[in-house]
Structure formats: C-alpha cells, structure tokens
C-alpha cells in the first residue's frame, strides 16, 4: 500500500510541475495528470530494466574462469 502512495503522490507532483509550466493555464488537469502517468511510469519501467542489467552483469560468472588452489 506503500508503494502506491508514493507513486500517486509522485505523479502528483510531475503533474502539478507541468501544470506550473503551462503557466497554470486551468482546464488541462486530466492532460496533465495523464501525462504525468506515462512519465513516471517510464521512469519507473527503465529503472527497472537498467537494475535487471546490472543484476545479471553482476550475477553471472565469466566462462572460462578458475579458481586458483
């Protein structure tokens, strides 16, 4: 439940920064929210996508390697 939270009170916050940058034109809060939904959701699936990269460098041996007694 958490997590949710936070990614509501993120989107929130990308949304009210678009808001800010139009000027603060009213009438554009479900283009703004829904806008704020695809950047953070974005955001969110490459972190997830560079993490799985860096879990998979780290957890994979090179072949050919010894151990030296």
Known sequence: ????????????????????????????????WLEAEKIVTEKHERHARETEQQVDVIGKPRQGFRRHP
């Open 1 to 32: 439940m958490r997590r949710k939270k936070g990614l509501h009170d993120e989107v929130a916050r990308v949304a009210y920064e678009l808001y800010k940058k139009r000027g603060r034109a009213h009438g554009h809060d479900l283009e703004d």
